[in-house]
DNA sequence: CATCTGACAGACG
DNA sequence: TCGTCTGCCAGAT
C-alpha cells in the first residue's frame, strides 16, 4: 500500500480543482460533497489558501456565480479566465451554468486514481 | 478560552 | 422568487 500520506483537504481540494475541464465549471458543496468535507465552507477555505496553481476560477457557488472573484489579483481576473477558456460570464454569473457543471462524483465516481 | 468571519448550501416563511 | 436563519469547520483577533 502507498504511504498513508493522506493529504490535507487541502491538497484533496486543489487535486480535484485541477481535474476540472477547461471550459467547464463546478461548485464548492460538489466538491466538500465528493470529498466529504462536511461543509461547502471548507472548499472556499482551501482554495483561499491555494498557492496559484489551482484553476480556482471553475469553482462557483451553487447559483452560479462567480462569488470568489474578488480573491484573485483583479476583480475581474476570474471572469476573464473563465471567457478565455470558453464560458460564458454575465452579471458576474455563469451562463449556461447548468450544461457546463462539471460533477466529481458524476465524472470521478470511485476513481481516486487522481490522488496519484 | 470566547467570539466573529468566511470564495457555501439548505431549510423556512 | 426572495430574504433570513442555521449548520458546518478552520483560522484570526
Redesign the pocket.
Known sequence: MEENKIPT?YQLVYAVTRLIPKGRVT????I?DFLA?????????A????RGDVP??R?V???G?L??R???ATPTL?QELLEYEGVKVEDAKVVDFDQLFWSPAAELGDDWEFLG
Open positions: 483537504y461548485t464548492y458543496g460538489a466538500a468535507l462536511g461543509s461547502s465552507r471548507m472548499t472556499g477555505w482554495l483561499n489558501q491555494q480556482a476560477h469553482v457557488n451553487r447559483k456565480e462569488s470568489g474578488h480573491r484573485f476570474m
